[in-house]
């Protein structure tokens, strides 16, 4: 046994050890079961476990499956003459940015891999590193924002608008789904919940789970892996279990701090953490296919780091978050199922590998976004994010309010400018930088509602808004926000890799796209959902100069902080210090468009290294 796997084993006793201490005090605590809302009922919203535009049907376009593809060794390309010579000089200057299969040469995974989570000796839920005063309920008890919920005074009639989440009723019981949404909508298992064994705290926290938190995930419920996958993985896997159940914990605390609860949150946390120790330690997590349970627990750990980030102090340029995606990737390339392809377009996954891979890819690729370069990586990482057809990879993943090709296309520029910082003359690397503008002046996302607009000017024009402007459907709303993220992708790559200063045209008129798109998202009631960027307005935030710019991202910024969970607090801070600098202190490069791109001012990295430096790596999901 290696040194480093008897250190795993010498830290997971001592948490075995911990919690059976804990366990053991609970088992004198009479009140262990009591339930923690005891003067109030928990209610789903009704509006909102209907989500909106769920009865919509697709409006299917004249668009085939398969539209041009970027010329590989596994894709023959058709097309205009243009197109042919774009995808000649992608293949020939840069083939990692194109679509392909890893290969099983030299394929030896690292299963001696340190659990993130503990890294530092520290197993104490991340709710309670230091208190936090509950969140003030509104009167109506209505929470309506990223989760979803109601609490009513038990005194109170019970409203006929809302329900009781009939956990057992609603998601353990076999049902028929209607016809028009059976192929849209995502089921539990039927008899889901009977090997759970959960008493009634714990239920509880799986009903606020199931009706709380799964619902503010996205508008598309077909790819809502949180719904689909995740709930019915933790009734099969202890470890995933723990962590869901922890997870929830975290936003009840909000609204009940009750000691009882943070005690079970505590003992949630403890044995996710500690189990995640044995699904690392298995040869199968990294064979092709394998992985998933601990893919799904480092995923939901995260997102409980993430969400209780405001509560930590240290400004830290490797958090556990972030240790976690990087474990993540680990995983996911080493057991990547195109190892038993030959071409990529043939690729097949779960649906949890398809639709949560990509949840935390985006979370790796937006922080590095706003982090220093990493000059390590030989090729463009997460090559399996082009895996599946031309269309395939244009649809709109609800999780991530994006397709998986404009994902690949920000990890690209991030790839690219870590290789003209090495190699400032490169005349290929500009070269390759237009021909992916030119690609992302014709990219079309379509969606489970929607095949998209031609242009964007017809996405503006077929968006219905209310008095204050605001888009009030799901199809619109998927729609603007999926054009939000591809205005922040053409303004990444004018900036970072191209080096444009803020001020030149193709920036700024750029950033009016991205602007209007984010001025017409409402933040709060159904619609506002995980599936808002908030990493639009952090990049029109970057590149904002006028102040009438900069409201929009303040009214942005205002809005999401309403919310009493997330990561928006720091990035706020992050963006209103950087506001400061930039107009103080930062000296901006003239526009001149003949100077070669490798000797303009590289002003990106330069903003980049100072966010880092103040606020540590942040999470921009």
């Known amino acids: 046994m290696t040194e480093q796997s008897q250190q795993r084993k010498r830290r997971r006793d001592v948490s075995i050890d911990q919690d059976s201490e804990l366990v053991h005090a609970w088992l004198d605590e009479p009140n262990l079961d009591d339930d923690f809302w005891t003067n109030h009922s928990f209610y789903a919203v009704a509006e909102a476990s209907n989500t909106a535009g769920l009865s919509a049907q697709p409006s299917y376009g004249q668009q085939g499956d398969d539209d041009l593809y970027l010329k590989s060794a596994n894709h023959h390309v058709e097309g205009t003459e243009a197109d042919l010579y774009d995808s000649n ?22 299963i001696a891999v340190s659990n993130p989570f503990q890294a530092d000796g520290m197993l104490e839920h991340p709710r309670l590193r230091s208190e936090a005063k509950p969140v003030e309920v509104p009167v109506d008890g209505v929470i309506n924002g990223l989760i979803k919920f109601r609490l009513r005074q038990n005194k109170e009639p019970e409203p006929v608008e809302m329900r009781r989440p009939q956990f057992l009723q609603r998601h353990m019981k076999s049902r028929r789904p209607n016809p028009t949404t059976a192929q849209r909508v995502p089921y539990l298992p039927p008899e889901f919940g009977r090997g759970l064994r959960l008493d009634s705290m714990d239920l509880k926290l799986m009903q606020f789970y199931v009706s709380a938190f799964c619902p503010g995930r996205t508008l598309l419920p077909m790819t809502n892996t949180w719904l689909g996958d995740v709930a019915a993985m933790a009734e099969k896997s202890e470890c995933v279990k723990h962590a869901l159940l922890s997870l929830a914990a975290s936003y009840v605390l909000d609204y009940m701090p009750a000691e009882n609860l943070k005690a079970r949150a505590t003992l949630h946390h403890r044995r996710a953490v500690t189990l995640l120790d044995s699904e690392l330690a298995k040869a199968g997590t990294y064979q092709p296919g394998g992985g998933e349970e601990a893919v799904c627990t480092l995923a939901i750990l995260n997102q409980e780091d993430i969400i209780n980030w405001e509560l930590w102090q240290a400004r830290d340029s490797y958090p556990k978050w972030y240790r976690g995606l990087r474990t993540i990737k680990y995983i996911l390339d080493m057991s990547d199922p195109g190892y038993r392809y030959k071409k990529p377009i043939n690729v097949q996954s779960t649906n949890f590998r398809r639709y949560m891979s990509n949840v935390q890819a985006q979370d790796d690729i937006t922080a590095h976004v706003l982090s220093p370069l990493d000059f390590k990586d030989e090729e463009c990482p997460y090559p399996w994010l082009l895996e599946g057809n031309e269309r395939d990879v244009r649809r709109i993943n609800g999780l991530t309010g994006c397709c998986s090709k404009l994902l690949h296309v920000f990890a690209q520029v991030t790839f690219l400018s870590a290789q003209l910082e090495k190699n400032s003359g490169s005349r290929a690397i500009p070269l390759a930088a237009n021909v992916m503008l030119r690609r992302l002046d014709t990219l079309r996302q379509w969606s489970d509602l929607s095949e998209g607009h031609a242009t964007t000017e017809d996405l503006f024009r077929a968006c219905k808004v209310d008095d204050k402007g605001l888009v009030t459907d799901a199809t619109a709303f998927t729609e603007l926000t999926a054009e939000s993220y591809l205005a922040a992708a053409k303004i990444y ?17 750029t950033l009016k796209v991205l602007l209007r798109c984010t001025e017409m998202l409402p933040l709060s009631g159904t619609l506002y959902t995980a599936q808002t960027s908030l990493f639009g307005p952090v990049i029109a935030g970057c590149v904002a100069i006028s102040e009438e710019d900069r409201d929009i991202v303040r009214g942005y910024f205002h809005g999401a902080l309403e919310g009493p969970r997330g990561n928006v607090p720091p990035v706020w801070r992050s963006m209103q210090e950087t506001w400061r600098w930039l107009d103080v202190s930062f000296v901006e490069a003239d526009v001149d468009d003949s100077v070669p791109v490798g000797e303009r001012q590289s002003w990106w990295e330069t903003l980049v290294q100072r966010v880092q430096d103040r606020e540590g790596r942040m999470s921009l999901t």
Not at 94 to 110: E, I, K, T
């Open 89 to 110: 000089v992608i293949a020939d200057l840069f083939p990692s940015l194109l679509p392909s299969v890893p290969s099983p040469a030299g394929r030896a995974p690292d």
């Open 493 to 509: 790559l004018h900036c970072r890799l191209l080096r444009k200063p803020r001020k030149h045209k193709d920036v700024q008129s």
